[in-house]
């Protein structure tokens, strides 16, 4: 699924709230004629965006033959006419770009290997163009690039990252950072940031800190000491969520799958 996380209150439905996930089973359950609901490899925040999000569904089997159409050819993949009416049923700002059967044992998010999340940000003088104003965050102050990669080395690997986390009553905030890291053209500066998890809130909570380095408020060894806090910091803010979008979800092979989840759901301690 892609989505302009804009206009929604997040991922996860919410009463009273316009969120992809209350859009998305409105209208799967509008074409199913049954209840739909889907669970997603991560939950956005508001005003968080997706090119690469996945979810799945528990959908009774005598509903799925309700979604074939009579224009269908035999060469057609399996819900490619789903596809096409979702795309008339849904709003312009989510689309759901494939659907597949999935295999046995697959869950959206504890089958997931890791999470890849890119943030845009550019510090022009004008802010960001209209066209881009929506998915690029307008950074008024200069940014040392440098500095601020030096603390996301810090920053890798298998820690408690409860100081970078909101709180989440049974959460764990042991996570593993694999990447993180800046590139810069002009005054456009993007992050790459990918993990085996995150938890709510932490990728904004990640890039909070590091803008905070790359204006030489902190330091890169402020940064490390932030790992050994044991709840979120009030030492910085989060970063403006119109920069992040979730681009890419990886998943072991089919038989791997059943091994993944169970460790996924295990309780990890940091190294």
């Not at 789903?82 to 046995?104: K, N, T, W």
């Not at 990669?149 to 408690?160: F, N, P, T, V």
Request: aromatic share 8%.
């Amino acid at each position: 699924m892609a989505y302009d996380g804009t206009d929604f209150a997040g991922w996860a439905a919410q009463a009273g709230q316009r969120t992809v996930a209350g859009v998305l089973d409105e209208a799967l359950t509008t074409v199913f004629r049954a209840p739909v609901r889907l669970r997603a490899a991560g939950r956005t925040d508001a005003g968080v965006h997706a090119t690469g999000q996945v979810a799945h569904a528990d959908v009774p089997v005598d509903a799925v033959s309700k979604v074939y159409s009579r224009n269908s050819s035999p060469g057609d993949p399996e819900f490619l006419a789903l596809v096409r009416r979702l795309g008339r049923f849904l709003p312009a700002d989510v689309r759901v770009l494939d659907i597949a059967r999935a295999p046995a044992g697959f869950d959206a998010r504890f089958s997931a290997l890791r999470r890849h999340y890119v943030y845009r940000l550019s510090t022009a003088p004008y802010g960001v163009v209209p066209q881009q104003a929506r998915f690029i965050t307008a950074w008024p102050r200069a940014l040392d690039v440098d500095a601020m990669s030096a603390a996301a080395r810090e920053l890798l690997g298998l820690h408690d990252f409860a100081a970078f986390c909101r709180h989440r009553d049974g959460a764990t905030t042991i996570r593993e950072l694999q990447r993180l890291d800046f590139s810069r053209e002009g005054d456009s500066i993007t992050a790459h940031v990918s993990a085996d998890a995150f938890c709510w809130s932490m990728v904004r909570s990640l890039m909070g800190a590091l803008l905070a380095v790359g204006e030489h408020r902190r330091t890169a060894a402020w940064c490390r000491e932030l790992l050994t806090a044991t709840s979120r910091s009030s030492d910085f803010a989060a970063a403006p969520p119109q920069g992040l979008t979730l681009a890419q979800v990886d998943y072991p092979p089919d038989d791997e799958l059943g091994a993944r989840t169970l460790i996924t759901r295990d309780v990890r301690s940091p190294r």
